[in-house]
């Protein structure tokens, strides 16, 4: 049973409805005009339609033609050197089968890049990682733009892939969209060994070798990788948003209660359909609620960093205007009720063992953490705290478990780890940013140390390897932004500060640049902005500048006379830094037209607010 709204959440809720009205209003009238009277093909000529049903059954074909079945588009995110996406070779033929039962074709509208941040990180290619976010929604379009379809299934699990299906599928908003996941890989090596041995290769006390086989060990298989980063916090986001079936985020792909789930979105999104049951257009369901209930849902797991930047870009692309003072305001009234690394040692696997996401939603609206009624594609999200389970083979929700299966992974709401979310504005002289806390040791949450400024992490860990590094230091690694070089990951930091922490030493990093979920125990400010390469703050921190950086009071300070630092020549962010090569010389438009990381580093402007 859901307890009483709280008050902040629905203040900042009132909030935002209220500094979206125009943009909202005019998403909803650009939707609501083209809601269908009929089946979308029926706009479509002859020769169109011929085209569209060419390839098809002869049923299938039939139906397009001149029969009464929706017909439900597929945008999939396959490629088979994606663990978490190679299950998906297979949906598109039982979706197929699924959508015959109940009287709907489905096709696979157009198929959408995925690459793995996994195999690009610390590589060259990771600069093309969050701009793929908006190649894939301009990729979603094109497979949509035929548009001959009721309702779309959207196939893909990871990093930018998620956000930039939303963004289409939000576009489309007149469209009923159900994203359809294919589950985490099953556990393999432990995350504190692999940290272990990730570390001891940084120091140089094993081989490479050594680290190879603890990576392989960990990463395994189909599915998912299992740490709570970007990938399985989208899931989270997609669940408590109400864009999956309820339970849909984590059984492990391969399975029959995967397979099952599968299907059941296919026979749901004939359902939903204009011409349907019960119309669920995606720009509807997907309101200020909703995006107040997924920062919910990241706060109260302690999700990846990165939908700071992708939740404000998803809300423009549905007309609303979120900042990263509200994600602050929920945070400070949201428990954190889960600890799955790098927050702790436990995997997604234990989690969704724990009581997962059926435990969890129950838990945020018995403290009316979560707008319940809010609109699902299975019906209001108060309904979401169920689980599916097989009975007699048939698919069946049963309440989520009153009790938490492991204290130590997942918590109810009036015992939680801590009172507040995991995630923490950071604002000062220097920009704003935002810092991951819930993974910081309170130990380690103040730091106070001068500053060593590198303009790339391949310097720091240069610095690292030649001994130079071995006292407390605030890391300033500038020029990382969107408009520098795309804002590429800096996971290769996590170790060699990691080892420093460990000897004793007082650090923590503050970047323009990106570290998602998977950015562990340091003490950070990131997603600066102003980014240094747009004239940031940052770019005028010197050498030997005491900074204080306190997660605890979200403030970043430089202790610099204010009128000498603001007198200072920012240092000059000189593009040909960044050579050209792996298609980044492609990405150039996107560069000089992205909007701040504090508004998504989007370089859509669907809100009208940039000249």
């Not at 650009?30 to 059954?57: K, V, Y």
């Not at 081989?207 to 960990?218: D, F, P, Q, V, Y």
């Not at 478990?401 to 220097?430: H, N």
Request: hydrophobic letters at 45%; proline letters at 7%.
């Amino acid at each position: 049973m859901a307890g009483q709204l709280n008050g902040v959440i629905q203040s900042v809720t009132a909030r935002i409805e209220a500094r979206s009205k125009e943009p909202r209003a005019a998403y909803l009238e650009m939707i609501r005009s083209r809601r269908p009277a009929a089946f979308a093909r029926t706009r479509l000529s002859e020769g169109n339609l011929a085209h569209a049903s060419a390839g098809c059954a002869v049923t299938e074909k039939s139906q397009i033609l001149g029969g009464g079945w929706p017909v439900i588009g597929i945008i999939t995110a396959y490629n088979d050197m994606l663990s978490a996406h190679a299950p998906f070779e297979t949906y598109p033929r039982l979706i197929r089968e699924a959508a015959r039962e109940v009287h709907a074709v489905a096709q696979v509208a157009g198929g959408v890049p995925a690459m793995c941040d996994g195999i690009t990180q610390g590589q060259e290619g990771m600069e093309l990682s969050l701009f793929s976010r908006d190649v894939i929604a301009m990729a979603s379009a094109i497979g949509l733009s035929h548009d001959a379809f009721d309702a779309v299934l959207h196939l893909g699990v990871c990093d930018k892939i998620v956000p930039g299906l939303l963004i289409a599928a939000l576009r489309f908003g007149w469209l009923p969209s159900i994203f359809v996941p294919a589950g985490p890989m099953p556990s393999g090596l432990s995350n504190p060994e692999k940290v272990r041995i990730r570390q001891l290769f940084a120091e140089g006390k094993v081989g490479r070798s050594a680290l190879l086989k603890a990576e392989a060990e960990s990463y395994h298989s189909q599915g998912t990788c299992t740490f709570y980063g970007t990938a399985n916090s989208n899931q989270m986001l997609m669940e408590v948003m109400g864009l999956h079936l309820p339970g849909a985020a984590f059984p492990n792909p391969g399975t029959p209660l995967r397979d099952a789930l599968t299907r059941a979105a296919a026979h749901r999104a004939a359902a939903i359909t204009a011409q349907g049951v019960s119309y669920l257009p995606a720009g509807e369901l997907i309101d200020a609620r909703a995006i107040v209930n997924g920062i919910v849902g990241l706060m109260a797991t302690g999700g990846s960093t990165n939908h700071a930047l992708h939740i404000p870009a998803i809300a423009a692309a549905a007309g609303l205007v979120v900042t990263l003072e509200d994600f602050a305001e929920i945070s400070g009234v949201t428990p954190l009720l889960a600890k799955i690394y790098p927050n702790g040692p436990a995997d997604v696997n234990h989690f969704h063992a724990a009581g997962g996401m059926s435990f969890l939603i129950a838990q945020l609206l018995q403290g009316g953490l979560l707008h319940a009624d809010a609109q699902g594609v299975m019906g209001p999200i108060s309904g979401y705290g169920q689980e599916p389970v097989l009975a007699d083979g048939q698919l069946v929700w049963r309440p989520a478990p009153i009790q938490s299966a492991d204290m130590e992974v997942l918590r109810p709401i009036d015992d939680p780890f801590s009172q507040e979310g995991g995630l923490r504005l950071m604002t000062g002289p220097l920009g704003e940013g935002v810092s991951k806390v819930s993974a910081v040791k309170p130990a380690h949450r103040i730091v106070e140390a001068p500053a060593l400024v590198f303009d790339s992490q391949e310097a720091l860990k240069d610095a690292f390897e030649s001994g130079r590094l071995d006292r407390d230091f605030v890391a300033v690694v500038r020029f990382q932004g969107a408009a520098a070089n795309g804002m590429p990951e800096l996971h290769g930091l996590t170790p060699v500060l990691g080892v420093l922490q460990d000897r004793g030493h007082k650090v923590a990093l503050v970047t323009d640049g990106r570290m998602s979920g998977a950015s562990g125990k340091i003490p950070s400010a990131i997603h600066m902005s102003p980014e240094a390469a747009q004239g940031g703050p940052i770019a005028r921190v010197r050498d030997g500048d005491l900074i204080r950086l306190d997660a605890e009071a979200g403030r970043l300070e430089i202790r610099v006379d204010p009128a000498e630092f603001n007198a200072r020549v920012p240092a000059e962010f000189r593009p040909d830094r960044a050579p050209a090569g792996l298609g980044r010389e492609l990405f150039d438009l996107f560069r000089m037209n992205v909007s701040s990381a504090a508004s998504g580093a989007s370089p859509f402007n669907f809100l009208g607010l940039r000249s």
